[in-house]
């Protein structure tokens, strides 16, 4: 009789063991701290980007199921985030109807909207389904520019900030815990944190589940997927919807946070933004999309922040005068760079630190 | 009648710029395989090349045209080399990405030299007009057609005739084939980087003249080229000229004829494109002209 070699493992949580490590726990609650802190320590300005940076983890958590997993790229977010904006504007401030109900529409409309551009994936592939989204996109924003009547078109709209029983949401800390000369970026810190983990952790486990797997199968070999049962067409358009909704939800906080709309936030030069920030966070992976899109709404506003701190005159004087174009060179240039030095992104610059420091002192 | 006449020469005009820009992105494409998103940036950068040697340094027009087109085309062969050649083999989202990203480089680059405020075009090409059918039109209308003509006969000549021009379609016929017959891909490569540079300059220059400025904006006609090569077929020299000048036609008749009439619906002729592209897709996804592949799945 054999004797046995090796390590077995008879259950589950005995093979999740090597997963679950300490270090992985010490890193979630130094996490949890940061962001539990964070509006305590960050001065408004930057805890209004930090929201912002929130709002757009949604978004790019959503892309990355469509373009990161199932390879399906797609350059139409801007329009999926001005349905959902739009969607709540109309709802809140026209209809005179709660906010919750107008999230959800936005959801759904976004969905609906993202699942009908997504049709052509039936018969389309790699670079022709990304001119359809590009086309999306451009159709999409026409649309809320020239339909007046619905949109009010050039001009922006107004949206009802949101209420809990009677109190705005901006007064809850105020009113309910007590919490003196916070901020509206404060109350609303909570409620992204509070829907951008719901993303994170939503679609982390999504690709647990057979759904997910088939994304995968797809964006790997679509034609051994399609052999082994996946319908290829019916989980592309899936995949678009699911995307677009959580665009669409993600837009709706948007305009309830920021309590107007224009047509000008929901330009190609967004979508354009939202593949950049999985791009540079790393394609098919839940964590890199954040990185990528605390980096990406960061990035900027940085650079904004050291040309207000130079006079303009001295030697560095310029990056005050030109502070968009060194914005928008600054973008371009991380875009390219990370393409061409590290193409799946920081999400696996992470992996690589770590493993450096694993292995330390030897190579491999 | 007179509508009709000046709405179709500004449609032919748009049209023979469409298709000078969708030329040089089927090139790109047929060598290369690569969607080149930044072939508006190309023809901006060819508006203000020629701007600021003509219109800021006073050279003479064809020095000024000639000089343009040679820094383009090594520009082209640069971003080739140090941007397009490290990413062979990459996934195409990647080389999507990387072309969208040389597009806002290249946009930065623009804003930061010029600024962003408005030039007058290069004055060498006539501002009269001349009466056509009974309607006066701008001589630069047919400015524009006569180099969408040259350009496209010199490159339909450099393709039938030439070595490097044979090189090239062998190689956008079968890469390894051409490979093995001694073909230098990755000069194929630059020269259709450096073609699409330069056939840009004079598309930029013809560009700057029908919108009577030098201005950022121009970049737009960039995204319009989607829906002149998806119409006209990827893969087809010949359908950017038939795609560039159906859209330029049906943008202006829609922009003509169209504009005002429907209630709260101004501006159609920037969105028909688009409207245009998606039913191409939907229907006759390889275009009029371009290749039909057949692929299950």
């Known amino acids: ?364 | 009648m007179q509508t009709f006449v000046t709405l179709t020469m500004n449609g032919l005009a748009d049209g023979a710029i469409l298709a000078i820009a969708a030329l040089g992105f089927v090139v790109v494409y047929k060598a290369t395989g690569i969607i080149n998103f930044a072939q508006g940036e190309f023809l901006l950068i060819g508006a203000y090349l020629i701007h600021q040697f003509r219109t800021v340094w006073g050279w003479p027009w064809s020095v000024a045209i000639v000089v343009a087109v040679i820094v383009a085309a090594v520009m082209g062969m640069v971003i080739e080399r140090l941007i397009l050649r490290p990413l062979i083999g990459e996934n195409a989202i990647a080389v999507v990405m990387v072309t969208i990203g040389l597009s806002l480089a290249l946009l930065a680059i623009t804003l930061w030299v010029w600024g962003a405020s408005p030039f007058p075009p290069p004055d060498f090409i006539s501002k009269e007009t001349v009466e056509l059918l009974g309607t006066n039109v701008p001589i630069n209308r047919f400015v524009a057609i006569g180099v969408a003509v040259a350009v496209f006969t010199g490159f339909s000549f450099f393709f039938r005739k030439t070595k490097q021009g044979l090189a090239m379609r062998a190689v956008a016929d079968d890469q390894q084939a051409a490979m093995a017959q001694g073909i230098n891909v990755h000069r194929v490569f630059a020269l259709s980087w450096a073609l699409a540079a330069a056939s840009a300059v004079l598309g930029g220059m013809i560009l700057s003249q029908v919108n009577n400025a030098v201005q950022l904006e121009l970049s737009v006609t960039g995204i319009v080229v989607f829906p002149v090569v998806i119409l006209g077929g990827l893969e087809s020299i010949a359908g950017t000229a038939v795609g560039g000048v159906l859209i330029g036609l049906f943008n202006a008749y829609t922009g003509g004829y169209l504009n005002g009439r429907i209630e709260g619906f101004d501006g159609l002729q920037e969105v028909v494109p688009f409207v245009v592209l998606v039913l191409i897709l939907l229907i006759k996804p390889h275009g009029l002209f371009g290749q039909a592949r057949i692929e299950r799945v």
Not at chain 1, 51 to 58: E, H, M, P, Q, R
Not at chain 1, 114 to 129: S, T
Not at chain 1, 131 to 138: D, G, R, S, V
């Open chain 1, 1 to 364: 009789m054999a004797a046995a070699t090796g390590v077995y493992r008879t259950t589950y949580q005995a093979d999740m063991t090597l997963r679950r490590t300490k270090a992985e726990y010490v890193r979630l609650a130094l996490i949890v701290i940061a962001l539990a802190g964070a509006p305590f320590y960050l001065s408004n300005s930057w805890l209004f980007v930090l929201n912002v940076a929130g709002i757009s983890v949604i978004a790019a958590v959503g892309l990355n199921i469509v373009t990161g997993y199932t390879g399906l790229i797609s350059l139409a977010t801007g329009g999926f985030l001005a349905i959902g904006g739009y969607t709540t504007a109309i709802v809140t401030t026209r209809a005179g109807l709660p906010t919750p109900l107008a999230w959800v529409a936005a959801t759904v409309l976004a969905a609906a909207v993202g699942a009908v551009f997504g049709l052509p994936a039936g018969r389309l592939k790699g670079i022709y389904l990304a001119i359809t989204t590009l086309a999306a996109q451009y159709i999409i924003v026409y649309l809320v520019r020239s339909w007046k009547a619905v949109t009010g078109g050039l001009d922006s709209l107004l949206v009802t900030p949101p209420k809990v029983g009677g109190t705005l949401i901006t007064q809850i800390p105020e009113k309910w815990f007590g919490l003196e000369g916070k901020s509206e970026h404060f109350a609303w810190y909570w409620v992204i944190l509070f829907f951008a983990t719901l993303a994170v952790l939503g679609t982390v486990n999504l690709f647990r589940t057979g759904l997910g797997r088939a994304l995968i199968a797809i964006r790997d070999q679509d034609i051994a997927a399609e052999v082994i049962g996946v319908r290829v067409a019916r989980y592309k358009v899936l995949a678009f919807a699911i995307s677009a909704g959580m665009a669409g939800f993600a837009g709706a906080l948007q305009a309830s946070y920021r309590s107007i709309v224009t047509f000008e936030r929901y330009t190609i030069d967004v979508s354009i933004v939202y593949v950049t920030m999985i791009i540079i966070g790393g394609l098919g992976s839940v964590s890199g999309s954040v990185y990528g899109a605390l980096f990406i709404t960061w990035l900027p506003e940085y650079i904004r922040h050291v040309g207000s701190g130079i006079r303009s005159g001295s030697a560095f004087g310029f990056i005050t005068e030109q502070v968009v174009p060194i914005q928008n060179a600054a973008f371009a240039l991380v875009l390219i760079l990370f393409l061409l030095v590290e193409p799946r992104g920081m999400a696996r610059l992470w992996q690589r630190a770590k493993d450096y420091f694993r292995l330390w002192p030897f190579r491999y």
